[in-house]
T-cell receptor, first 112, second 112 residues
Framework: SAVISQKPSRDICQRGTSLTIQCQVD?????MFWYRQQPGQSLTLIAT?????????ESGFVIDKFPISRPNLTFSTLTVSNMSPEDSSIYLC?????????FGPGTRLTVL | QKEVEQDPGPLSVPEGAIVSLNCTYS??????FMWYRQYSRKGPELLMY????GNKEDGRFTAQVDKSSKYISLFIRDSQPSDSATYLC????????????FGKGTSLLVTP
């Protein structure tokens, strides 16, 4: 299994600001995913990040709001831009394939 | 209709009870089925995954897939207070490559 770390683990931000979340994996992986888990809800995929290509966003998520970088096979960042209270969620990165996926510990974001 | 449906509970059982957690799904093409356990304020942890139909056992946990009914189950024998967590079923999304489609999660409380 992969070991995944995320930074920061939590943050409290002001409306209108941006936060960049980092995801580091202990091995090289092709595909990385970013999910959001809103309070009391399940996980919703934001985008798939492949190294060397543009991220693929799910319906309802746009690059201007959630820009993603994938500079190499062990690292990715997700930025939450121009935040509003509705962006308060846990943001999780994951790696894997069809049969198994492993998740990071998550970043708990609160927007005031 | 959501692709994956799961009763959110909460489910409360006494220590030592057998727990049955269930999900239904709509896409008959699904082949991989996963169960994740998520403790409060933590990322999801892969508990078990199965391919196609049948049973898979790991210690006190048994995952069961009935493709004819599009129904999957996770059984926990001799439940312990440390099993108290949210259990999420997941299947590869039919729209997003390897990304996962999650159920809402069932909250389980095992009381001493």
């Amino acid at each position: 299994s992969a070991v995944i770390s995320q930074k920061p683990s939590r943050d409290i931000c002001q409306r209108g600001t941006s936060l960049t979340i980092q995801c580091q994996v202990d091995s090289q992986v092709t595909m990385m995913f970013w999910y959001r888990q809103q309070p009391g809800q399940s996980l919703t995929l934001i985008a798939t990040a492949n190294q060397g290509s543009e991220a693929t966003y799910e319906s309802g998520f746009v690059i201007d709001k959630f820009p993603i970088s994938r500079p190499n096979l062990t690292f990715s960042t997700l930025t939450v831009s121009n935040m509003s209270p509705e962006d308060s969620s846990i943001y999780l990165c994951s790696v894997g394939g069809t049969d198994t996926q492993y998740f990071g510990p998550g970043t708990r974001l609160t927007v005031l | 209709q959501k692709e994956v449906e799961q009763d959110p509970g909460p489910l409360s059982v006494p220590e030592g009870a057998i727990v049955s957690l269930n999900c239904t799904y709509s896409n008959s093409a699904f082949q991989y089925f996963m169960w994740y356990r998520q403790y409060s304020r933590k990322g999801p942890e892969l508990l078990m995954y199965t391919y196609s139909s049948g049973n898979k056992e790991d210690g006190r946990f048994t995952a069961q897939v009935d493709k004819s009914s599009k129904y999957i189950s996770l059984f926990i024998r001799d439940s312990q207070p440390s099993d108290s967590a949210t259990y999420l079923c997941a299947m590869p999304s039919s729209n997003s490559g390897y990304a996962l489609n999650f159920g809402k999660g069932t909250s389980l409380l095992v009381t001493p």
